[in-house]
């Protein structure tokens, strides 16, 4: 009889412990508080540059957010500079220290000749967007969205190449920004 109790207790700790399972997933990193950002675009030869600005203290709700559009020259090149903003602190440094949680993507509406290159990397090798290269190809208006995704899969088939449909993660901000080219 007294067999018994001590069975059940060593086939109990078998089912226990072959059901435990090493978790492997990311820690979940908190997203970060966002109410501003900017798009500073400089041409390559310093002969142009423009600032695209967005800003929303209150957040949403309350007042209206503050979107400054801009224009390039067509047929020129520019290197693309994002900074992010809590206020007025500058968060792009803890954009950049946990880039492999973090990417940038552009998407440029079809009246706008617009190609752009990643020109910075996380640890893995993979684009995170706070640097990029433009290239102003036809003259056009249009809408430039720029769209911040936390912990988005950057190994998901597109998005090394700025896919947002396939990238999935949450996003920090998204800013549509009026833009020429003239």
């Known amino acids: 009889m007294n067999r018994f109790p001590w069975y059940i207790a060593l086939i109990f700790g078998i ?9 492997n997933a990311r820690p979940e990193i908190p997203q970060e508080t966002i109410d501003g950002l900017t798009l500073k675009l400089v041409a390559s030869d310093n002969s ?7 800003s929303d ?3 949403d709700g309350g007042m209206d957010p503050v979107i400054t559009g801009g224009s390039i020259k067509v047929s020129t090149v520019y290197i693309g500079i994002v900074s ?10 803890s954009i950049r220290e946990t880039a492999e949680d973090h990417q940038i ?20 090798g993979r684009p995170v967007g706070i640097l990029s290269s433009w290239t102003s190809y036809s003259k056009g208006s249009g809408l430039l969205r720029v769209s911040l995704i936390h ?9 090394a190449q700025g896919n947002l449909n396939t990238a999935g993660g949450k996003t920090d901000i998204e800013v549509d920004f009026p833009i020429t080219i003239k």
């Open 15 to 23: 089912l226990l412990l072959s059901h435990c399972k090493k978790d």
């Open 48 to 54: 142009d540059s423009t600032l695209l600005s967005f």
């Open 57 to 59: 203290p209150d957040g």
């Open 84 to 93: 992010f903003f809590n206020g007025t602190t500058d968060v792009t440094e």
């Open 105 to 124: 993507f552009f998407s440029a509406s079809s009246q706008l000749g617009l190609i752009f290159t990643y020109e910075d990397q996380d640890g893995d």
């Open 151 to 159: 912990q988005p899969d950057k190994a998901a088939q597109g998005v």
